[in-house]
């Protein structure tokens, strides 16, 4: 009889765990699905990256501007490149994008197109993230950004400021084969215009 009751208990024990365990994977997705901003599919980069025969026109310097409205809601979106400086093939180059609607920053984030490194550790809510190190002119810091699909990384909006106003910009990230440095040159960006389009304004 206590033999019984043993595998009872542990029967009972191995149900609950399994049970807590699909609890704890929903909340994680419902965690992970929360932390992306809300995009159709005409602003998710995994649906849509750029397209080399999209018209966009100059927002100074190396930056592109796209515009674009929403055929249901006629929202404003605007879509803002820059591409690397250290790379030959323009499309094969990293590059950063900014996508905008209605006046407000919607996502940043940095597509090396190369294939990205593992994630470090898991966020606050359980969302795998990388390890970065950025350089905006004479200063540098460390950043964990948001590791999305392995294609690309999702920028904090702090230090999409800091791109605003540097002349120099390199982010240092991780591939398979080691550490890879993509530089920028954003200098000459109509900061007007971005102001209107995210409400974005340089971080001095």
């Known amino acids: 009889m206590p033999l019984a009751m043993t595998r009872g208990n542990h029967e009972r024990a191995f149900t609950w765990i399994m049970r807590a365990a699909g609890i704890l994977l929903v909340l994680c997705s419902v965690g992970l699905d929360a932390q992306r901003p809300r995009m159709d599919r005409n ?61 407000k920053l919607n996502l940043a984030d940095f597509r090396p197109n190369v294939r990205l490194g593992r994630p470090d550790w898991p966020g606050f809510w359980g969302q795998p993230q990388m390890r970065v190190r950025v350089r905006a002119d004479d200063s540098h810091s460390d950043h964990n950004w948001n590791w999305v699909n392995g294609h690309f990384l999702s ?42 389009a995210c409400g974005l304004s340089p971080k001095k």
């Open 43 to 103: 602003d998710d980069p995994d649906a849509q990256g750029p397209n080399r025969h999209e018209t966009g026109t100059s927002a100074g310097g190396s930056w592109t501007e796209y515009r674009a409205e929403d055929p249901m809601t006629a929202a404003k979106k605007v879509r803002f490149e820059l591409p690397a400086a250290n790379a030959g093939d323009r499309d094969e180059q990293g590059r950063v994008i900014l996508f905008c609607t209605e006046g």
């Open 155 to 196: 920028m904090d909006k702090g230090t999409t400021r800091e791109l605003l106003g540097a002349r120099l910009f390199r982010i240092e990230f991780r591939t398979p084969e080691g550490p890879k440095i993509a530089e920028f040159s954003p200098a000459g960006l109509e900061l007007n215009r971005v102001h209107d």
